[in-house]
C-alpha cells in the first residue's frame, strides 16, 4: 500500500514591508567580517615568514662573522667594518698615534702657547671602544643582535672612544703659563740690599684662569675639536697679595751661626750672619703703608765668630761639576754678569735646603749698579735693565745638572739664547720668574764662580757619594714650525757604562726669529 504524503504549506500572515525590510538580514555584515580575518591572517603569516627569513639571514651572517665587527661600525670616523679586532686596533691605532702627537694650541690675544700631549699624559682608550664595537650584534640574543646588525647597517655607529690625563700636571702647565703673560699679574716682594730690606709692591695683571681653562681644554679634547681650532684662555685680573710685614720679619729674622764641620760622620755646618729689623715691626708697617711702590727697612747684622769660607777647602774638597758660558764683553751687560756672580759666589747649601735665584741675587735696580742691556721682552729684543744676568742663571743652571742636583723652579726664554742651545737655558725675571734648585745630596755643597775674560764659569765643591754616578745632559727639538720650536731635556745616569736612570727634567716651547 502507498500511503501518499499530504503537502502542507503553511502560510504566515504578511507582515507590513517596513518590518520586513527590518528583519531581513545584512547580507554586506555577515560576509564582510569573515573576508577581513582571512586576509589578515594570510597577511600575518607572510609578515611572520618574512621577518623569520630577515632574522634567519641576519642570524646566519653573525655566525659566520662571530669573530669581525659588524657593518656600519666606525670608531672616531674610522670605518672598522667586518675587521677583527687586531685590524681594527692597527686601523685605528695609527690615527690616534697621529692625535697624541699634535699639540694641544693656546691663544689670548697676542700670547701663544701650547702643550704637547704627552706633557700631561693624554692618552685614548681605543682598546675599549673597538671591544665595545665587537660587541654589537654579539650578545646571544637573537632578536636583540638582529636588530643591532640591521641598525647598523642603516644607521652606522660612530663610538668616539674615552680619554684619561693627569690634571694636576695640566694644572701645573697652565699657571707656569700666567707667568709668560705679557700683562701678568706680579706679586708683591722682598730682597735684602746691603743693610736694607727692600719691599717691592705688587702691580695688577692677569693669570690663567686654570681650572676653567683645563675644563675648557677637556671638553675640546673630548670632541676632537682642538685638533683643527686653538682653545682661548681663560684670564682672571687680579690683584697682587697685600704686603705681609709680619711673614716676612718671620722669614728675615735669624741669630747669628757659627760655621763648623765633622769628619766622622762628614758634615759641614756653614755660618748664617744674623739679621733683625733696626725699628719696630709698628714702624716697619707705617712705611709700607706710606709707600707707593717700594719700601726700604733698615736692617741690622749680627755676624758670626767662625765663617764658613774661614773653614777652607777641607770643607769641600772635592768638585762635583761645572760649567762655562762665553760672552761678549759688552760693558754694561759684563757689569750686570759680574754683580749677579758676586751675589752667589761662596754660596753654601746644607742637604734640603733651596737655592733661589731672585733671593740671592735681588732685584736688578739702578741702586745695586745694574746697567741697561739687552733683554727679551713681549717677543722682541730690547735694553733692559740688568740685561744679561740670565746667562748667569742659566750656567748654574747647567752646573747644577751636572752636580745632579734636583731642579726645583725652570723656565726657558722667549728665543733660543746665543750662548747655550735649546732645552739647557734657564731665565729669570724678578718677581715672576725664578730658577729654583734643591741639595739632593748628602753632604753640603758650595758654589764658587767667575766672569773673567768672556768666560762666565760655575764650580760646585762637596764629598763625592757612594755611588757618585756619571751624569749626562741631553737636550733635542721634538717639534719645530715657522713660528715656534719645541724641545726636551734629559738627565742620564750611568755607572760603570750602565745606565741607571734618566729623568726628563723639562720641555720647552720658543719662538722663533
Same mark, same amino acid.
Given at each position: 500500500?502507498? *500511503?501518499?504524503?499530504?503537502?502542507?504549506?503553511? $502560510?504566515?500572515?504578511?507582515?507590513?514591508?517596513?518590518?520586513?525590510?527590518?528583519?531581513?538580514?545584512?547580507?554586506?555584515?555577515?560576509?564582510?567580517?569573515?573576508?577581513?580575518?582571512?586576509?589578515?591572517? *594570510?597577511?600575518?603569516?607572510?609578515?611572520?615568514?618574512?621577518?623569520?627569513?630577515?632574522?634567519?639571514?641576519?642570524?646566519?651572517?653573525?655566525?659566520?662573522?662571530?669573530?669581525?665587527?659588524?657593518?656600519? #661600525?666606525?670608531?672616531?670616523?674610522?670605518?672598522?667594518?667586518? %675587521?677583527?679586532?687586531?685590524?681594527?686596533?692597527?686601523?685605528?691605532?695609527?690615527?690616534? &698615534?697621529?692625535?697624541?702627537?699634535?699639540?694641544?694650541?693656546?691663544?689670548?690675544?697676542?700670547?701663544?702657547?701650547?702643550?704637547?700631549?704627552?706633557?700631561?699624559?693624554?692618552?685614548? &682608550?681605543?682598546? =675599549?671602544?673597538?671591544?665595545?664595537?665587537?660587541?654589537?650584534?654579539?650578545?646571544?640574543?637573537?632578536?636583540?643582535?638582529?636588530?643591532?646588525?640591521?641598525?647598523?647597517?642603516?644607521?652606522? $655607529?660612530?663610538?668616539?672612544?674615552?680619554?684619561?690625563?693627569?690634571?694636576?700636571?695640566?694644572?701645573?702647565?697652565?699657571?707656569?703659563?700666567?707667568?709668560?703673560?705679557?700683562?701678568?699679574?706680579?706679586?708683591?716682594?722682598?730682597?735684602?740690599?746691603?743693610?736694607?730690606?727692600?719691599?717691592?709692591?705688587?702691580?695688577?695683571?692677569?693669570?690663567?684662569?686654570?681650572?676653567?681653562?683645563?675644563?675648557?681644554?677637556?671638553?675640546?679634547?673630548? &670632541?676632537?675639536?682642538?685638533?683643527?681650532?686653538?682653545?682661548?684662555?681663560?684670564?682672571?685680573?687680579?690683584?697682587?697679595?697685600?704686603?705681609?710685614?709680619?711673614?716676612?720679619?718671620?722669614?728675615?729674622?735669624?741669630?747669628? %751661626?757659627?760655621?763648623?764641620?765633622?769628619?766622622?760622620?762628614?758634615? #759641614?755646618?756653614?755660618?748664617?750672619?744674623?739679621?733683625?729689623?733696626? *725699628?719696630?715691626?709698628?714702624?716697619?708697617?707705617?712705611?709700607?703703608?706710606?709707600?707707593?711702590?717700594?719700601?726700604?727697612?733698615?736692617?741690622?747684622?749680627?755676624?758670626?765668630?767662625?765663617?764658613?769660607?774661614?773653614?777652607?777647602? %777641607?770643607?769641600?774638597?772635592?768638585?762635583?761639576?761645572?760649567?762655562? !758660558?762665553?760672552?761678549?764683553?759688552?760693558? =754694561?751687560?759684563?757689569?750686570?754678569?759680574?754683580?749677579?756672580?758676586?751675589?752667589?759666589?761662596?754660596?753654601?747649601?746644607?742637604?734640603?735646603?733651596?737655592?733661589?735665584?731672585?733671593?740671592? $741675587?735681588?732685584?736688578?735696580?739702578?741702586?745695586?749698579?745694574?746697567?741697561?742691556?739687552?733683554?727679551?721682552?713681549?717677543?722682541?729684543?730690547?735694553?733692559?735693565? /740688568?740685561?744679561?744676568?740670565?746667562?748667569?742663571?742659566? !750656567?748654574?743652571?747647567?752646573?747644577?745638572?751636572?752636580?745632579?742636583?734636583?731642579?726645583?723652579?725652570?723656565?726657558?726664554?722667549?728665543?733660543?739664547?746665543?750662548?747655550?742651545?735649546?732645552?739647557?737655558?734657564?731665565?729669570?725675571?724678578?718677581?715672576?720668574?725664578?730658577?729654583?734648585?734643591?741639595?739632593?745630596?748628602?753632604?753640603?755643597?758650595?758654589?764658587?764662580?767667575?766672569?773673567?775674560? /768672556?768666560?762666565?764659569?760655575?764650580?760646585?765643591?762637596?764629598?763625592?757619594?757612594?755611588?757618585?754616578?756619571?751624569?749626562?745632559?741631553?737636550? =733635542?727639538?721634538?717639534?719645530?714650525?715657522?713660528?715656534?720650536?719645541?724641545?726636551?731635556?734629559?738627565?742620564?745616569?750611568?755607572?760603570?757604562?750602565?745606565?741607571?736612570?734618566?729623568?726628563?727634567?723639562?720641555?720647552?716651547?720658543?719662538?722663533?726669529?
Amino acid at each position: 500500500m502507498i *500511503i501518499q504524503e499530504e503537502k502542507v504549506e503553511i $502560510v504566515e500572515e504578511e507582515k507590513p514591508k517596513a518590518l520586513q525590510k527590518m528583519e531581513q538580514p545584512n547580507s554586506q555584515n555577515t560576509k564582510k567580517p569573515k573576508h577581513t580575518l582571512f586576509y589578515v591572517l *594570510i597577511f600575518s603569516i607572510s609578515l611572520l615568514l618574512i621577518i623569520l627569513i630577515i632574522f634567519g639571514g641576519f642570524a646566519i651572517y653573525n655566525i659566520n662573522n662571530n669573530d669581525r665587527i659588524a657593518k656600519g #661600525v666606525k670608531i672616531y670616523g674610522i670605518d672598522v667594518s667586518s %675587521k677583527t679586532k687586531a685590524e681594527a686596533l692597527i686601523a685605528v691605532s695609527e690615527k690616534f &698615534d697621529s692625535i697624541k702627537n699634535t699639540d694641544i694650541k693656546l691663544v689670548s690675544k697676542d700670547y701663544e702657547s701650547a702643550i704637547n700631549p704627552t706633557e700631561i699624559n693624554l692618552s685614548f &682608550d681605543i682598546n =675599549s671602544a673597538i671591544n665595545y664595537a665587537f660587541s654589537i650584534g654579539k650578545s646571544g640574543k637573537l632578536f636583540k643582535d638582529n636588530y643591532d646588525i640591521f641598525n647598523t647597517m642603516i644607521n652606522e $655607529v660612530n663610538i668616539t672612544p674615552s680619554y684619561s690625563l693627569d690634571e694636576k700636571l695640566l694644572i701645573s702647565t697652565l699657571e707656569k703659563m700666567s707667568k709668560d703673560l705679557p700683562n701678568a699679574v706680579v706679586e708683591s716682594s722682598y730682597y735684602i740690599e746691603k743693610s736694607n730690606l727692600i719691599i717691592t709692591k705688587g702691580t695688577d695683571g692677569y693669570s690663567v684662569d686654570s681650572a676653567k681653562t683645563a675644563s675648557d681644554i677637556k671638553s675640546k679634547i673630548k &670632541d676632537f675639536s682642538y685638533l683643527s681650532n686653538s682653545i682661548e684662555l681663560s684670564l682672571i685680573n687680579q690683584k697682587p697679595k697685600e704686603v705681609d710685614i709680619d711673614k716676612i720679619y718671620n722669614e728675615v729674622h735669624k741669630e747669628a %751661626k757659627d760655621a763648623y764641620y765633622t769628619t766622622n760622620p762628614y758634615a #759641614v755646618y756653614p755660618s748664617e750672619n744674623g739679621v733683625d729689623f733696626k *725699628i719696630s715691626i709698628a714702624e716697619a708697617k707705617q712705611k709700607v703703608a706710606s709707600s707707593d711702590k717700594e719700601c726700604k727697612i733698615p736692617l741690622k747684622t749680627i755676624y758670626p765668630k767662625v765663617t764658613t769660607n774661614s773653614i777652607g777647602k %777641607k770643607a769641600f774638597p772635592d768638585l762635583l761639576a761645572s760649567f762655562s !758660558t762665553n760672552y761678549v764683553n759688552n760693558p =754694561s751687560r759684563t757689569t750686570n754678569l759680574k754683580l749677579a756672580a758676586k751675589k752667589i759666589n761662596g754660596t753654601v747649601l746644607l742637604p734640603g735646603e733651596t737655592f733661589s735665584y731672585n733671593k740671592v $741675587v735681588g732685584e736688578r735696580t739702578i741702586a745695586a749698579g745694574y746697567k741697561n742691556a739687552a733683554i727679551y721682552q713681549n717677543g722682541e729684543v730690547v735694553d733692559g735693565l /740688568g740685561g744679561g744676568i740670565c746667562q748667569i742663571s742659566t !750656567t748654574l743652571f747647567n752646573a747644577a745638572l751636572f752636580a745632579n742636583l734636583d731642579i726645583v723652579e725652570l723656565h726657558n726664554h722667549q728665543f733660543v739664547p746665543s750662548y747655550v742651545g735649546a732645552g739647557r737655558d734657564a731665565t729669570v725675571v724678578y718677581g715672576s720668574k725664578d730658577f729654583k734648585f734643591k741639595n739632593s745630596r748628602k753632604f753640603a755643597i758650595k758654589i764658587e764662580c767667575s766672569v773673567s775674560g /768672556g768666560i762666565a764659569k760655575f764650580k760646585i765643591y762637596g764629598v763625592k757619594e757612594d755611588p757618585e754616578y756619571d751624569v749626562k745632559v741631553n737636550a =733635542s727639538i721634538i717639534s719645530q714650525s715657522s713660528t715656534y720650536t719645541k724641545s726636551v731635556t734629559y738627565r742620564t745616569l750611568s755607572k760603570n757604562g750602565k745606565t741607571v736612570s734618566k729623568e726628563k727634567i723639562y720641555t720647552c716651547t720658543y719662538k722663533r726669529h
